[in-house]
Protein backbone atom coordinates (compact mmCIF):
# COMPACT_ATOMS: atom_id res chain seq x y z
CA UNK A 1 0.00 0.00 0.00
CA UNK A 2 1.48 3.37 -1.36
CA UNK A 3 1.91 6.30 1.52
CA UNK A 4 -0.50 8.16 -0.46
CA UNK A 5 -3.32 5.65 -0.03
CA UNK A 6 -5.70 6.18 2.70
CA UNK A 7 -6.43 3.28 5.36
CA UNK A 8 -9.68 1.87 5.52
CA UNK A 9 -12.09 3.47 8.28
CA UNK A 10 -13.02 0.69 10.94
CA UNK A 11 -16.65 -0.33 10.85
CA UNK A 12 -16.68 1.62 14.67
CA UNK A 13 -15.54 5.28 13.33
CA UNK A 14 -17.93 5.03 10.52
CA UNK A 15 -20.75 3.91 12.48
CA UNK A 16 -20.00 7.09 15.17
CA UNK A 17 -19.76 9.33 11.84
CA UNK A 18 -22.95 8.37 10.79
CA UNK A 19 -25.11 9.17 13.90
CA UNK A 20 -25.58 11.98 15.95
CA UNK A 21 -23.88 12.19 19.20
CA UNK A 22 -25.14 15.63 21.10
CA UNK A 23 -28.94 14.66 20.27
CA UNK A 24 -31.46 16.81 22.30
CA UNK A 25 -32.32 13.90 24.68
CA UNK A 26 -28.85 14.39 25.71
CA UNK A 27 -29.12 17.95 26.46
CA UNK A 28 -28.36 19.37 30.18
CA UNK A 29 -30.37 22.30 29.46
CA UNK A 30 -34.14 22.24 31.06
CA UNK A 31 -35.62 21.86 27.45
CA UNK A 32 -37.76 18.69 27.76
CA UNK A 33 -40.94 17.67 29.11
CA UNK A 34 -41.63 14.33 29.82
CA UNK A 35 -45.29 13.75 29.89
CA UNK A 36 -47.86 10.77 28.62
CA UNK A 37 -44.64 8.44 27.57
CA UNK A 38 -43.32 11.33 25.20
CA UNK A 39 -40.81 14.04 24.91
CA UNK A 40 -42.13 17.28 24.65
CA UNK A 41 -39.77 20.05 23.93
CA UNK A 42 -40.32 23.28 25.70
CA UNK A 43 -40.02 26.99 24.01
CA UNK A 44 -36.46 27.98 25.17
CA UNK A 45 -37.38 31.75 24.73
CA UNK A 46 -36.08 33.69 28.05
CA UNK A 47 -38.56 36.23 27.45
CA UNK A 48 -41.21 34.35 27.64
CA UNK A 49 -40.27 32.12 30.34
CA UNK A 50 -39.68 35.23 32.32
CA UNK A 51 -42.67 37.45 31.42
CA UNK A 52 -45.19 35.17 29.36
CA UNK A 53 -46.04 32.87 32.31
CA UNK A 54 -49.71 31.01 31.04
CA UNK A 55 -49.45 33.70 28.24
CA UNK A 56 -47.06 32.15 26.21
CA UNK A 57 -46.45 33.04 22.63
CA UNK A 58 -49.45 35.60 22.83
CA UNK A 59 -47.42 37.52 24.72
CA UNK A 60 -46.03 38.49 21.14
CA UNK A 61 -49.26 38.94 19.65
CA UNK A 62 -49.35 42.08 21.97
CA UNK A 63 -46.62 44.10 20.68
CA UNK A 64 -48.59 44.41 17.44
CA UNK A 65 -50.82 46.30 19.40
CA UNK A 66 -48.51 49.08 19.44
CA UNK A 67 -48.19 51.44 16.55
CA UNK A 68 -44.99 51.61 15.22
CA UNK A 69 -44.01 48.07 15.68
CA UNK A 70 -47.04 46.67 14.11
CA UNK A 71 -46.51 48.76 11.20
CA UNK A 72 -43.18 47.94 10.88
CA UNK A 73 -43.86 43.90 11.09
CA UNK A 74 -46.42 44.72 8.34
CA UNK A 75 -43.95 46.55 6.13
CA UNK A 76 -41.26 43.55 6.35
CA UNK A 77 -43.81 41.28 5.32
CA UNK A 78 -44.85 43.91 2.38
CA UNK A 79 -41.37 44.27 1.49
CA UNK A 80 -41.21 40.54 0.46
CA UNK A 81 -44.95 40.03 -0.91
CA UNK A 82 -44.29 43.09 -3.37
CA UNK A 83 -42.33 40.92 -5.31
CA UNK A 84 -42.85 39.19 -8.32
CA UNK A 85 -42.48 35.63 -7.74
CA UNK A 86 -42.04 32.60 -10.20
CA UNK A 87 -41.25 28.86 -10.70
CA UNK A 88 -38.72 27.71 -12.37
CA UNK A 89 -38.78 23.71 -13.87
CA UNK A 90 -36.22 21.02 -13.23
CA UNK A 91 -34.60 20.84 -16.42
CA UNK A 92 -35.94 22.10 -19.82
CA UNK A 93 -37.63 18.98 -20.68
CA UNK A 94 -41.03 19.32 -21.78
CA UNK A 95 -42.15 16.95 -19.12
CA UNK A 96 -40.40 19.05 -16.20
CA UNK A 97 -41.54 22.27 -17.95
CA UNK A 98 -45.54 20.59 -17.72
CA UNK A 99 -45.03 20.11 -13.60
CA UNK A 100 -43.23 23.74 -12.91
CA UNK A 101 -46.66 24.99 -14.52
CA UNK A 102 -48.58 22.53 -12.54
CA UNK A 103 -47.00 23.90 -9.17
CA UNK A 104 -47.77 27.77 -9.95
CA UNK A 105 -51.17 27.47 -11.20
CA UNK A 106 -51.88 25.42 -8.34
CA UNK A 107 -50.24 27.90 -5.90
CA UNK A 108 -51.43 30.89 -7.42
CA UNK A 109 -54.55 29.24 -6.27
CA UNK A 110 -54.14 29.17 -2.72
CA UNK A 111 -54.01 33.22 -3.00
CA UNK A 112 -49.86 33.09 -2.74
CA UNK A 113 -49.50 36.40 -0.96
CA UNK A 114 -51.94 35.68 1.62
CA UNK A 115 -50.08 32.56 2.40
CA UNK A 116 -46.67 34.48 2.48
CA UNK A 117 -48.15 36.62 5.34
CA UNK A 118 -49.16 33.83 7.34
CA UNK A 119 -46.32 31.99 7.48
CA UNK A 120 -44.13 34.74 7.78
CA UNK A 121 -45.76 35.46 10.98
CA UNK A 122 -42.52 33.19 12.20
CA UNK A 123 -40.87 36.67 11.90
CA UNK A 124 -42.52 37.82 15.53
CA UNK A 125 -43.05 34.75 16.99
CA UNK A 126 -40.19 32.19 15.40
CA UNK A 127 -42.23 29.79 13.88
CA UNK A 128 -45.41 29.81 11.82
CA UNK A 129 -48.09 27.08 11.10
CA UNK A 130 -50.60 26.83 8.33
CA UNK A 131 -53.08 23.74 7.74
CA UNK A 132 -53.99 22.89 3.56
CA UNK A 133 -57.08 21.88 2.63
CA UNK A 134 -56.84 19.33 0.17
CA UNK A 135 -59.06 18.23 -2.69
CA UNK A 136 -59.53 16.31 -5.94
CA UNK A 137 -59.46 18.86 -9.11
CA UNK A 138 -59.29 17.77 -12.88
CA UNK A 139 -58.25 14.18 -11.64
CA UNK A 140 -55.49 15.26 -9.42
CA UNK A 141 -55.29 15.82 -5.39
CA UNK A 142 -54.12 19.36 -4.89
CA UNK A 143 -54.55 22.12 -1.75
CA UNK A 144 -57.16 24.31 -2.68
CA UNK A 145 -57.46 26.46 0.72
CA UNK A 146 -55.32 26.89 3.91
CA UNK A 147 -55.73 28.09 7.21
CA UNK A 148 -53.91 29.77 9.47
CA UNK A 149 -53.08 28.38 12.66
CA UNK A 150 -52.48 29.77 16.51
CA UNK A 151 -48.86 28.86 17.48
CA UNK A 152 -50.01 28.95 20.79
CA UNK A 153 -52.01 25.32 19.77
CA UNK A 154 -48.63 23.45 18.79
CA UNK A 155 -45.68 21.76 20.19
CA UNK A 156 -42.66 19.96 19.34
CA UNK A 157 -41.58 16.54 20.61
CA UNK A 158 -38.00 15.32 21.04
CA UNK A 159 -37.66 14.62 16.70
CA UNK A 160 -39.17 18.01 16.16
CA UNK A 161 -42.56 16.97 15.25
CA UNK A 162 -45.36 18.88 15.02
CA UNK A 163 -48.25 18.13 17.88
CA UNK A 164 -51.58 19.41 18.18
CA UNK A 165 -52.49 20.37 21.76
CA UNK A 166 -55.93 19.48 22.25
CA UNK A 167 -58.62 19.24 25.44
CA UNK A 168 -57.61 15.59 25.35
CA UNK A 169 -54.09 15.88 25.20
CA UNK A 170 -53.43 19.06 26.28
CA UNK A 171 -49.76 18.07 28.12
CA UNK A 172 -47.65 16.03 24.86
CA UNK A 173 -49.97 16.89 21.94
CA UNK A 174 -51.48 14.33 19.18
CA UNK A 175 -49.60 13.44 15.93
CA UNK A 176 -50.40 15.17 13.03
CA UNK A 177 -50.52 13.70 9.44
CA UNK A 178 -47.80 14.31 6.70
CA UNK A 179 -48.44 16.58 3.63
CA UNK A 180 -50.83 18.48 5.75
CA UNK A 181 -49.57 21.07 8.39
CA UNK A 182 -46.38 23.63 6.56
CA UNK A 183 -44.53 25.00 9.30
CA UNK A 184 -41.76 28.18 8.78
CA UNK A 185 -39.44 28.58 11.52
CA UNK A 186 -36.30 31.23 11.90
CA UNK A 187 -33.98 31.18 13.81
CA UNK A 188 -33.70 28.22 14.81
CA UNK A 189 -31.20 26.35 17.69
CA UNK A 190 -29.78 23.06 17.18
CA UNK A 191 -32.33 22.36 20.57
CA UNK A 192 -35.01 24.64 19.73
CA UNK A 193 -37.63 23.54 16.80
CA UNK A 194 -39.44 27.00 17.94
CA UNK A 195 -37.57 29.64 16.11
CA UNK A 196 -36.24 32.72 17.70
CA UNK A 197 -38.44 35.76 16.09
CA UNK A 198 -37.82 39.60 17.10
CA UNK A 199 -40.18 39.36 19.35
CA UNK A 200 -37.68 38.78 22.20
CA UNK A 201 -35.74 41.86 20.57
CA UNK A 202 -39.35 43.98 20.38
CA UNK A 203 -40.61 42.83 23.83
CA UNK A 204 -38.65 45.36 26.09
CA UNK A 205 -38.44 48.84 23.91
CA UNK A 206 -42.21 48.35 24.02
CA UNK A 207 -42.75 47.22 27.57
CA UNK A 208 -40.88 50.57 28.25
CA UNK A 209 -42.29 52.62 25.73
CA UNK A 210 -45.91 52.05 27.57
CA UNK A 211 -44.79 52.45 30.73
CA UNK A 212 -43.23 56.20 29.57
CA UNK A 213 -46.62 56.48 28.04
CA UNK A 214 -48.43 56.36 30.60
CA UNK A 215 -46.55 58.23 33.08
CA UNK A 216 -46.50 60.94 30.21
CA UNK A 217 -50.17 61.08 30.37
CA UNK A 218 -50.25 61.36 34.26
CA UNK A 219 -47.76 64.01 33.76
CA UNK A 220 -49.82 66.06 30.82
CA UNK A 221 -53.03 65.67 33.13
CA UNK A 222 -51.30 67.24 36.22
CA UNK A 223 -49.74 70.08 34.14
CA UNK A 224 -51.40 70.23 30.64
CA UNK A 225 -53.30 72.94 32.08
CA UNK A 226 -52.68 75.49 35.00
CA UNK A 227 -53.77 75.27 38.43
CA UNK A 228 -56.53 78.00 39.77
CA UNK A 229 -56.29 79.09 43.15
CA UNK A 230 -58.29 81.26 45.58
CA UNK A 231 -57.33 83.53 47.83
CA UNK A 232 -59.57 85.00 50.52
CA UNK A 233 -58.98 87.63 53.18
CA UNK A 234 -58.63 86.51 56.81
CA UNK A 235 -61.74 86.18 58.68
CA UNK A 236 -63.90 84.90 55.61
CA UNK A 237 -66.72 82.48 56.69
CA UNK A 238 -66.32 79.11 55.95
CA UNK A 239 -69.63 79.63 53.83
CA UNK A 240 -67.65 82.05 51.87
CA UNK A 241 -64.74 79.67 51.60
CA UNK A 242 -67.27 76.86 50.19
CA UNK A 243 -68.28 79.42 47.24
CA UNK A 244 -65.04 80.50 46.61
CA UNK A 245 -64.11 76.63 46.16
CA UNK A 246 -67.33 75.93 44.29
CA UNK A 247 -66.54 78.50 42.08
CA UNK A 248 -63.13 77.70 41.37
CA UNK A 249 -64.23 74.06 40.46
CA UNK A 250 -66.51 75.71 38.03
CA UNK A 251 -63.85 76.80 36.11
CA UNK A 252 -63.14 73.34 34.30
CA UNK A 253 -66.78 73.64 33.00
CA UNK A 254 -67.78 76.94 32.28
CA UNK A 255 -66.28 80.10 30.47
CA UNK A 256 -66.78 82.14 33.14
CA UNK A 257 -67.73 82.62 37.43
CA UNK A 258 -68.47 85.01 39.26
CA UNK A 259 -67.23 85.65 43.28
CA UNK A 260 -67.63 88.17 46.52
CA UNK A 261 -66.15 91.10 46.28
CA UNK A 262 -62.68 91.27 48.80
CA UNK A 263 -61.84 87.30 46.86
CA UNK A 264 -59.05 86.78 44.46
CA UNK A 265 -59.03 84.22 41.60
CA UNK A 266 -55.70 83.48 39.23
CA UNK A 267 -54.70 80.95 37.60
CA UNK A 268 -51.22 79.36 38.00
CA UNK A 269 -48.60 78.31 35.71
CA UNK A 270 -47.29 74.93 36.34
CA UNK A 271 -43.74 74.20 35.81
CA UNK A 272 -43.44 71.97 32.76
CA UNK A 273 -39.67 71.65 33.00
CA UNK A 274 -38.49 68.52 32.33
CA UNK A 275 -41.53 67.16 29.57
CA UNK A 276 -39.75 66.81 26.87
CA UNK A 277 -37.83 63.62 28.26
CA UNK A 278 -41.22 61.51 28.00
CA UNK A 279 -41.16 62.19 24.16
CA UNK A 280 -37.45 61.50 23.99
CA UNK A 281 -37.56 58.06 25.46
CA UNK A 282 -40.30 57.12 23.49
CA UNK A 283 -38.19 58.33 20.21
CA UNK A 284 -35.56 56.20 21.48
CA UNK A 285 -37.69 53.38 21.74
CA UNK A 286 -39.56 53.43 18.52
CA UNK A 287 -35.76 53.82 17.16
CA UNK A 288 -35.31 50.43 18.64
CA UNK A 289 -38.17 48.89 17.72
CA UNK A 290 -37.01 50.40 14.15
CA UNK A 291 -33.91 48.38 14.28
CA UNK A 292 -35.22 45.08 15.96
CA UNK A 293 -37.47 44.90 13.36
CA UNK A 294 -36.04 45.92 9.86
CA UNK A 295 -31.91 46.18 10.87
CA UNK A 296 -31.95 49.90 9.89
CA UNK A 297 -34.11 53.32 10.94
CA UNK A 298 -33.84 56.05 7.95
CA UNK A 299 -36.08 54.17 6.09
CA UNK A 300 -39.03 54.61 8.86
CA UNK A 301 -37.59 57.93 10.84
CA UNK A 302 -35.58 60.93 10.08
CA UNK A 303 -34.02 62.21 13.61
CA UNK A 304 -33.42 65.67 14.17
CA UNK A 305 -30.33 66.50 12.69
CA UNK A 306 -31.89 64.65 9.29
CA UNK A 307 -29.31 62.29 7.35
CA UNK A 308 -27.61 62.08 3.92
CA UNK A 309 -28.72 60.80 0.91
CA UNK A 310 -26.04 58.27 1.08
CA UNK A 311 -26.52 57.13 4.38
CA UNK A 312 -30.29 56.75 3.23
CA UNK A 313 -29.42 53.99 0.65
CA UNK A 314 -27.63 52.45 3.04
CA UNK A 315 -30.27 51.81 5.46
CA UNK A 316 -32.47 50.99 2.24
CA UNK A 317 -30.03 48.35 1.04
CA UNK A 318 -30.12 46.57 4.37
CA UNK A 319 -33.79 46.69 4.42
CA UNK A 320 -33.68 44.74 1.05
CA UNK A 321 -31.03 42.24 2.64
CA UNK A 322 -33.52 41.41 5.24
CA UNK A 323 -36.88 40.97 2.98
CA UNK A 324 -34.47 39.11 0.73
CA UNK A 325 -32.96 36.60 3.17
CA UNK A 326 -36.88 36.65 4.78
CA UNK A 327 -38.34 35.30 0.87
CA UNK A 328 -35.16 32.90 0.62
CA UNK A 329 -36.05 31.12 3.91
CA UNK A 330 -39.30 30.75 3.27
CA UNK A 331 -38.94 29.59 -0.37
CA UNK A 332 -36.55 27.02 0.72
CA UNK A 333 -39.57 26.02 3.20
CA UNK A 334 -42.33 26.09 0.82
CA UNK A 335 -40.06 24.28 -1.60
CA UNK A 336 -39.30 21.66 0.98
CA UNK A 337 -42.83 21.38 2.26
CA UNK A 338 -45.80 22.34 -0.82
CA UNK A 339 -43.86 22.33 -3.66
CA UNK A 340 -42.59 18.57 -3.11
CA UNK A 341 -46.16 17.35 -1.79
CA UNK A 342 -48.41 18.61 -4.60
CA UNK A 343 -45.20 17.25 -7.01
CA UNK A 344 -44.60 13.58 -4.50
CA UNK A 345 -48.73 13.12 -4.43
CA UNK A 346 -49.31 13.87 -8.63
CA UNK A 347 -46.20 12.97 -10.63
CA UNK A 348 -44.53 10.61 -8.53
CA UNK A 349 -40.68 10.37 -9.56
CA UNK A 350 -40.46 13.80 -10.96
CA UNK A 351 -38.01 16.13 -9.61
CA UNK A 352 -39.95 19.42 -8.39
CA UNK A 353 -39.43 22.60 -9.35
CA UNK A 354 -38.06 25.33 -7.71
CA UNK A 355 -40.60 28.65 -6.09
CA UNK A 356 -39.15 31.46 -5.66
CA UNK A 357 -38.98 35.62 -5.41
CA UNK A 358 -37.60 38.07 -7.24
CA UNK A 359 -35.07 40.70 -5.49
CA UNK A 360 -33.42 41.98 -8.76
CA UNK A 361 -33.30 45.96 -8.74
CA UNK A 362 -33.81 47.12 -11.74
CA UNK A 363 -31.18 49.49 -12.72
CA UNK A 364 -32.01 53.04 -13.46
CA UNK A 365 -31.48 54.07 -16.46
CA UNK A 366 -31.58 57.96 -15.84
CA UNK A 367 -28.88 57.42 -12.64
CA UNK A 368 -27.22 55.68 -15.44
CA UNK A 369 -26.81 57.65 -17.91
CA UNK A 370 -26.00 60.71 -15.67
CA UNK A 371 -23.12 58.85 -14.76
CA UNK A 372 -21.83 58.00 -17.85
CA UNK A 373 -21.76 61.53 -18.76
CA UNK A 374 -19.70 62.29 -16.42
CA UNK A 375 -17.02 59.75 -17.24
CA UNK A 376 -16.99 61.08 -20.71
CA UNK A 377 -16.58 64.71 -19.24
CA UNK A 378 -13.20 62.95 -17.84
CA UNK A 379 -11.96 61.69 -21.28
CA UNK A 380 -13.99 57.81 -20.92
CA UNK A 381 -16.64 56.19 -22.42
CA UNK A 382 -18.24 52.45 -22.98
CA UNK A 383 -17.97 50.29 -25.84
CA UNK A 384 -20.77 49.16 -27.91
CA UNK A 385 -20.67 45.97 -26.22
CA UNK A 386 -21.09 47.98 -22.69
CA UNK A 387 -23.65 50.45 -23.96
CA UNK A 388 -25.85 47.27 -25.57
CA UNK A 389 -25.29 45.76 -22.05
CA UNK A 390 -26.46 48.63 -19.79
CA UNK A 391 -29.50 50.28 -22.02
CA UNK A 392 -30.34 47.27 -24.35
CA UNK A 393 -30.32 47.06 -28.05
CA UNK A 394 -32.03 49.46 -30.67
CA UNK A 395 -29.71 52.41 -30.00
CA UNK A 396 -27.43 53.75 -32.87
CA UNK A 397 -25.15 56.55 -32.83
CA UNK A 398 -26.73 59.98 -34.49
CA UNK A 399 -23.87 61.96 -35.20
CA UNK A 400 -19.81 60.77 -35.40
CA UNK A 401 -18.07 62.16 -32.24
CA UNK A 402 -17.66 65.59 -31.82
CA UNK A 403 -14.10 66.74 -32.75
CA UNK A 404 -11.10 67.88 -29.76
CA UNK A 405 -12.52 71.50 -30.91
CA UNK A 406 -15.95 71.31 -29.68
CA UNK A 407 -15.11 69.23 -26.60
CA UNK A 408 -16.38 71.05 -23.89
CA UNK A 409 -13.09 72.96 -21.58
CA UNK A 410 -12.13 70.79 -18.97
CA UNK A 411 -9.28 68.56 -18.20
CA UNK A 412 -9.31 64.57 -19.59
CA UNK A 413 -7.27 61.71 -18.04
CA UNK A 414 -5.71 61.24 -20.94
CA UNK A 415 -3.63 64.51 -20.83
CA UNK A 416 -0.74 64.99 -18.14
CA UNK A 417 -1.67 66.60 -15.36
CA UNK A 418 0.92 69.02 -15.40
CA UNK A 419 -0.63 70.40 -19.12
CA UNK A 420 -4.15 70.61 -17.39
CA UNK A 421 -4.81 73.96 -17.26
CA UNK A 422 -2.50 74.76 -20.65
CA UNK A 423 -4.96 72.33 -22.32
CA UNK A 424 -7.96 74.49 -21.77
CA UNK A 425 -5.81 77.48 -22.54
CA UNK A 426 -5.74 75.83 -26.38
CA UNK A 427 -9.03 74.68 -25.94
CA UNK A 428 -10.06 78.42 -25.80
CA UNK A 429 -8.02 79.57 -28.24
CA UNK A 430 -9.68 76.89 -30.69
CA UNK A 431 -12.98 78.01 -29.98
CA UNK A 432 -12.12 80.83 -30.75
CA UNK A 433 -10.29 80.90 -33.88
CA UNK A 434 -13.69 79.48 -35.35
CA UNK A 435 -14.35 79.16 -39.04
CA UNK A 436 -16.38 81.78 -40.39
CA UNK A 437 -17.64 82.81 -44.10
CA UNK A 438 -15.24 85.01 -45.95
CA UNK A 439 -16.73 88.70 -45.34
CA UNK A 440 -15.33 88.10 -41.79
CA UNK A 441 -12.09 87.63 -42.40
CA UNK A 442 -10.86 90.95 -42.53
CA UNK A 443 -12.64 91.21 -38.99
CA UNK A 444 -10.65 88.12 -37.75
CA UNK A 445 -7.79 89.17 -39.10
CA UNK A 446 -7.96 92.81 -37.16
CA UNK A 447 -8.72 90.84 -33.92
CA UNK A 448 -6.59 88.13 -34.05
CA UNK A 449 -3.90 89.84 -31.65
CA UNK A 450 -6.48 90.41 -28.88
CA UNK A 451 -6.82 86.34 -29.81
CA UNK A 452 -3.59 86.00 -29.17
CA UNK A 453 -2.98 87.86 -26.09
CA UNK A 454 -6.22 85.76 -24.27
CA UNK A 455 -4.37 82.95 -25.36
CA UNK A 456 -1.28 83.97 -23.65
CA UNK A 457 -2.60 85.25 -20.31
CA UNK A 458 -5.05 82.02 -20.02
CA UNK A 459 -1.16 79.70 -20.93
CA UNK A 460 0.03 82.11 -18.20
CA UNK A 461 -2.23 81.09 -15.71
CA UNK A 462 -1.79 77.76 -16.90
CA UNK A 463 1.98 78.01 -16.01
CA UNK A 464 0.58 78.58 -12.23
CA UNK A 465 -1.80 75.00 -12.09
CA UNK A 466 0.54 73.26 -9.94
CA UNK A 467 0.79 75.68 -7.08
CA UNK A 468 -2.90 76.87 -7.62
CA UNK A 469 -4.66 73.40 -8.40
CA UNK A 470 -1.67 70.68 -7.79
CA UNK A 471 -3.44 70.02 -3.93
CA UNK A 472 -6.76 69.58 -5.44
CA UNK A 473 -5.75 67.47 -8.17
CA UNK A 474 -3.92 65.39 -6.18
CA UNK A 475 -6.67 64.82 -3.88
CA UNK A 476 -9.02 63.77 -6.53
CA UNK A 477 -6.74 61.30 -7.77
CA UNK A 478 -6.08 60.13 -4.62
CA UNK A 479 -9.70 59.16 -4.40
CA UNK A 480 -10.58 57.96 -7.20
CA UNK A 481 -7.47 55.77 -6.76
CA UNK A 482 -8.61 54.62 -3.70
CA UNK A 483 -12.80 54.24 -4.48
CA UNK A 484 -12.10 52.47 -7.91
CA UNK A 485 -16.14 52.86 -7.60
CA UNK A 486 -17.30 56.11 -10.38
CA UNK A 487 -21.02 56.12 -8.57
CA UNK A 488 -19.24 56.87 -4.96
CA UNK A 489 -16.28 59.06 -6.22
CA UNK A 490 -19.46 60.88 -7.97
CA UNK A 491 -21.03 61.41 -4.48
CA UNK A 492 -17.90 62.73 -3.18
CA UNK A 493 -17.17 65.31 -5.93
CA UNK A 494 -20.19 66.54 -5.01
CA UNK A 495 -19.23 67.27 -1.39
CA UNK A 496 -16.39 68.33 -2.69
CA UNK A 497 -18.31 70.92 -5.02
CA UNK A 498 -19.96 72.47 -1.80
CA UNK A 499 -16.44 73.10 0.01
CA UNK A 500 -15.04 76.92 0.08
CA UNK A 501 -12.99 76.86 -2.83
CA UNK A 502 -8.92 78.05 -2.44
CA UNK A 503 -8.55 81.53 -1.71
CA UNK A 504 -5.20 81.73 -4.10
CA UNK A 505 -7.58 80.20 -6.98
CA UNK A 506 -9.86 82.59 -6.82
CA UNK A 507 -7.99 85.48 -6.47
CA UNK A 508 -6.15 84.24 -9.86
CA UNK A 509 -9.13 83.80 -11.55
CA UNK A 510 -10.63 86.79 -10.39
CA UNK A 511 -7.37 89.07 -12.24
CA UNK A 512 -7.60 86.88 -15.47
CA UNK A 513 -11.02 87.68 -15.41
CA UNK A 514 -10.39 91.46 -15.03
CA UNK A 515 -7.61 91.40 -17.60
CA UNK A 516 -9.70 89.42 -19.94
CA UNK A 517 -13.00 92.34 -19.57
CA UNK A 518 -10.31 95.23 -19.42
CA UNK A 519 -9.07 93.92 -22.81
CA UNK A 520 -12.41 93.50 -24.19
CA UNK A 521 -13.03 97.08 -23.47
CA UNK A 522 -9.69 98.61 -24.65
CA UNK A 523 -10.39 100.33 -28.31
CA UNK A 524 -9.10 97.57 -30.95
CA UNK A 525 -6.72 98.70 -33.91
CA UNK A 526 -8.65 98.90 -37.51
Known amino acids: MSDDTPAPASTAATADLKREIASIDRSITDVLLYGGGSKILLNGDEVLRARGRSKGLALYSELERDAHAGSLLAKRKRAVTSREWGVTPASEDAADVEVAEFVKATVAGLKFDKLTRALLDATLKGFS ?22 QVRFVFDIDWNLRLLTRENGLDGEALPDRKFITHRVGESDDSPYGTGVGRQLFWPVYFKRQNISFWLIFNDKFGSPTTVGKYPRGTSESEQASLLSAIRRISQEAGLIVPEGMEVELMEAARTGGDCYERLCQYMDAEISKAVLGETLTTQVGKDGGSYALGDVHNEVRLETAK ?19 DLNFPGRVPPTLWRNFEEEADLS ?30 RSAAPPSE ?5 GPTFSEEKSGWITSIAR ?100
Open 427 to 526: RVAGILNFSAPSRLDAERARRREDQQTMADTAGAIGERWEGLLGGRVQELQTLLDETGDLALFSERLKEIVDQEPNAQVVEALARASFGARLAGRMPRSK
Open 405 to 409: SALPI
Open 129 to 150: VAELIWDVRDGRLVPVRFKKRN
Open 325 to 343: DDADDLSDTLNATLVKWIV
Open 367 to 396: QQAETDAKIKDLGWQRTEESFIEIYGPGFE
